[in-house]
């Protein structure tokens, strides 16, 4: 049977390939340990690709069986390892990773990750014929179509974790801290780390920043008695901007003003419970599609339901940022 010819009921005997690419999240290895056990119940073996797509043009790949999967739910990282790949984004790269999945008889590949991910997944599918589900794995959150992704709640609690120390340290010295956060071009680890946090002010790539609003807030907080104060800074593709904000204020304000960039911590560590059940639900949701024929879609979760929706649906999109908590941020830090 030609890859590509896989929309059928039944999974009994099928070889699924599955990997992980781009930034690995927390909550990657208890989804793929899903997808093994998911899809074994059905009848199906998985293969395990190693290093993302790269992994799948060098032909790096490996069985996967219910004990090779036991006793990962609560670790972080991915057990296959991950890569962003140039190469695949070339016909040519391509074109190695579908003789690849012929010569290991793969019938469908399943594929964890963001934006770029999907991305390839989409383009890789058209082209040759290959089914393929998504599932969203990033500490970003930035997916369109889904409430939640893979690794996004165990990145939040991390960040604030250390937003917890260092304001301990803040309020004994009377500092003022910018911290940046993970997310890309996108503020919503931002939001949400920032909230919870209780941070004085955010800096958003969605909102338009005037350093003299930030500069009110801190001498505002000063000015009624606050020790110190925490400044959460989405990155953006252009690095330094916390650095070049700190400078600024410390020539404004009569307090020692320290940056700090929490960088790849956030992507570490032990899953959450949170983490753990979605990437559990929506590693068996994946098999369960496949099941049913389905075909470049990807898991989401939209209001506590778990579906499914297009590639086309998601691929190009931003999701919003949270308005209402970003207004209750700024309400909650006087």
């Given at each position: 049977?030609?890859?590509?010819?896989?929309m059928v009921q039944a999974l009994k005997s099928k070889r699924i390939a599955i990997l992980s690419s781009g930034g690995d999240a927390p909550g990657m290895n208890a989804c793929i340990r899903s997808v093994v056990r998911s899809a074994f119940a059905e009848g199906a073996s998985v293969l395990g690709v190693k290093k993302g797509f790269e992994g799948l043009m060098t032909g790096e790949l490996q069985a996967l069986s219910m004990r090779s999967v036991g006793n990962i739910i609560q670790r972080g990282g991915t057990i296959l390892g991950s890569s962003r790949s140039a190469d695949f984004r070339k016909k040519k790269g391509r074109e190695k990773a579908y003789r690849c999945l012929q010569d290991w008889a793969v019938d469908a590949l399943i594929c964890l990750g963001g934006d770029g991910t999907l991305t390839g997944a989409k383009i890789f599918s058209e082209e040759f014929r290959i089914p393929v589900i998504g599932i969203p794995c990033t500490i970003d959150n930035d997916l369109f179509g889904t409430d939640f992704s893979i690794g996004f709640d165990t990145a939040v609690e991390t960040a604030v974790d250390c937003i917890d120390k260092i304001r301990d340290t803040a309020d004994s010295h009377g500092r003022v801290f910018l911290i940046e956060v993970m997310g890309k071009n996108t503020g919503h680890l931002a939001v949400e780390v920032g909230l919870a946090a209780g941070a004085e002010f955010l800096v958003l790539p969605e909102v338009p920043y005037r350093f003299s609003d930030l500069l009110s807030r801190i001498r505002q907080g000063i000015s009624r008695g606050k020790s110190g104060s925490i400044v959460i800074v989405?990155?953006?593709?252009?690095?330094?901007?916390?650095?070049?904000?700190?400078?600024?204020?410390?020539?404004k304000i009569q307090r020692d003003v320290k940056t700090m960039i929490l960088g790849h911590l956030q992507r570490g560590g032990s899953p959450s419970a949170r983490d753990r059940n979605l990437a559990s639900r929506f590693g068996a949701l994946s098999i369960d599609l496949l099941k049913k024929g389905k075909n470049r879609r990807m898991t989401v979760i939209q209001r506590g339901d778990y579906r499914d929706i297009g590639f086309s649906q998601v691929i190009g999109k931003s999701r919003p940022i949270d308005k209402e908590k970003v207004r209750l941020l700024g309400l909650l830090s006087q």
């Open positions: 049977m030609e890859i590509g010819q896989f989405a990155e953006r593709e252009q690095p330094g901007l916390v650095i070049q904000i700190g400078k600024q204020l410390e020539k």
